[in-house]
């Protein structure tokens, strides 16, 4: 069993920046892929960014050039970097794990998920 815990979001200004934060349990963190999602308010799920267990990254259309993913396997945390905020990124961001390692921009193709921290973006 992972459990997964985000930090990080809150209201912030259009061009500001927010790095959200997910610590992960277990002790095989650094085999896991990680991914970032969110959800708007009447929007399905969206893919935001996923990292492979060897530091592969690859990014949503919508923030490419904007959001950055990484990951400290000592910390066993994820980080999602959020830069040149828009409106259209005010979401519910969760972060999940896929423990084969290879990641997804399928929801499905992750076992685990957290509870999700919000983002507000206001203009």
């Known amino acids: 069993q992972v459990q997964l815990v985000e930090s990080g979001g809150g209201l912030v200004q259009t061009g500001g920046s927010l790095r959200l934060s997910c610590a992960a349990s277990?002790?095989?963190?650094?085999?896991?892929?990680m991914g970032w999602f969110r959800q708007a308010p009447g929007k399905e799920r969206e893919f935001v960014a996923v990292?492979?267990?060897?530091?592969?990254?690859y990014n949503g259309e919508s923030v490419k050039g904007r959001f950055t993913i990484s990951r400290d396997n000592a910390k066993n945390t994820v980080y999602l970097q959020m830069n040149s905020l828009k409106p259209e990124d005010t979401a519910d961001y969760y972060c999940?794990?896929?423990?084969?390692?290879?990641?997804?921009?399928?929801?499905?193709?992750?076992?685990?998920w957290g509870q999700g921290t919000q983002v507000t973006v206001s203009s």
């Open positions: 999940a794990a896929d423990v084969s390692g290879v990641g997804s921009w399928s929801e499905s193709g992750y076992e685990y």
């Open positions: 277990g002790r095989t963190f650094s085999s896991y892929a």
């Open positions: 990292i492979t267990w060897n530091y592969k990254t």
